[in-house]
């Protein structure tokens, strides 16, 4: 099955510090990926979705300029946090677009801790 | 107002009965509906999808069912094993206005299914 990895799976900043995270499909082309952040025993909220060559759509309530999605390419999108403070510590998930009607497929994960 | 609920955070049964979850939405009109299974500290794992004009799917010990007019689907695992314990979430795909589904996910909070040996 398509294969969906991120990078890193962990990660420890000090507050005020930038953080990117990678999402890559191994075997397969996506034109669109989403990201999303799941806070303990919540559920998984979307936060915008990343179109290869063009801006990201970002939902409501997320701020576009703390959270720079770049998709440069149709295997890659990177999510930077920038200024990061404590309450942007979450698990962040991405997720690639298959070619199938409803096919998506999940990275495993990034766990972002901001002190 | 716009929800998508499943029904308990925690399920707990004895190995070798079936689990039945529960996921009810309103207000919305989904293109597909989903179930994905998440383990601690990892992302979701695709399960079963099932298109709003199929009733129920099945795949090995898997069976889902997805009822419109209620607006509730039912996940079940028969012959359940420690091994399936983990917490499952469902969500949905919704319809664009000019069809097709948007692509992007609303996921319920899930439930935490714990097998007993």
Redesign the interface.
Known sequence: GAVVSQHPSRVICKSGTSVKIECRSLDFQATTMFWYRQFPKQSLMLMATSNEGSKATYEQGVEKDKFLINHASLTLSTLTVTSAHPEDSSFYICSARGQGPGEQYFGPGTRLTVT | SQKIEQNS?ALNIQEGKTATLTCNYTNYSP??L?W?RQDP??????LL?I?ENEKEKRKERLKVTFDTTLKQSLFHITASQPADSATY?CAL?LFMNYG??Q????????TKLSVKP
């Open positions: 955070e293109a597909y989903q994905y500290g990892r992302g979701p794992v695709f999808l298109r979430l795909d097709g589904s692509g992007n996910l609303i996921f319920g909070k899930g």
